[in-house]
């Protein structure tokens, strides 16, 4: 996700965000989702300069939404990449990243709904031994906590507390942050002052971005779910979502 933030009296990311400082938080499950924040233009500069690099390192041809994601982002003015420290994200990230030859920063905060004794679970062992916890969770995702694990409220107070010290470091400029799923659904709801409860809107494919404008105290949700990129490099089917 990219967020752009623009600073006024008090400096006002994801999945980045560009807080003119542009915060892309990006998330995947197997591979991270990504959100990024442009124009028209932008793209099709990163098309063309990124490309010609891409061809350069032998890395052309049929590709996956990660390098995908690269190419997308290739010719925005990143001022710096975040990312979640799981290995998924961190291996966006870095692909992100290095056009712009910046080293990239984690923080924990960006991880994956911690799902507990849920984690990697299939849906008939649910059912099984943890009989109406889906329905109550698809009722009130907010508060019901997954067993060992969190509620989707806490998983929005640790993302956007991130955010806030992305914001701190970054107070102008465009920030790519690669998150997950439900991580960058959170973080989207908070900007968009929408209840965690219809996080649904917000819904995710992987190697998407998604574009959030934080003004001050104001933010904006710019672009949601922008997966065009998939289809411009014509990259492979992205990689599986799962889990954290």
Not at 42 to 69: H, N, P, W, Y
Not at 143 to 164: D, K
Request: charged content about 20%; aromatic content about 6%.
């Amino acid at each position: 996700m990219i967020v752009s933030c623009r600073q006024r009296g008090v400096a006002a990311v994801e999945f980045a965000l560009l807080l003119a400082l542009l915060l892309i938080p990006l998330g995947y499950g197997a591979t991270e989702f990504g959100r990024a924040f442009y124009q028209y233009n932008t793209l099709l500069k990163a098309t063309r300069s990124a490309a010609r690099e891409f061809t350069l390192a032998g890395r052309v041809g049929t590709i996956g939404s990660r390098e995908a994601l690269a190419l997308c982002l290739a010719s925005a003015p990143l001022a710096a990449v975040f990312a979640s420290d799981l290995a998924r994200a961190v291996c966006t990230a870095r692909l992100v990243a290095e056009p712009h030859g910046l080293a990239v920063q984690t923080d924990r905060g960006l991880q994956e709904l911690n799902q507990g004794d849920m984690e990697g679970k299939t849906r008939d062992y649910l059912t099984a031994n943890y009989p109406g916890l889906l329905e109550r969770w698809r009722a009130d995702a907010a508060s019901i906590r997954m067993p060992g694990g969190e509620t989707m409220g806490e998983l929005q107070e640790r993302t956007w507390a991130a955010i806030q010290r992305i914001h701190a470091k970054h107070s102008d400029g465009e920030v790519a942050v690669v998150a997950h799923n439900l991580a960058n659904c959170m973080i989207l709801c908070k900007v968009a002052d929408v209840p965690i409860k219809d996080f649904r809107q917000f819904h995710q494919e992987p190697g998407c971005h998604n574009t959030v404008e934080l003004n001050g105290s104001v933010g904006r949700v710019l672009v949601v779910n922008d997966s065009s990129h998939l289809t411009q490099y014509d990259c492979d089917h992205p990689e599986g979502y799962g889990g954290r």
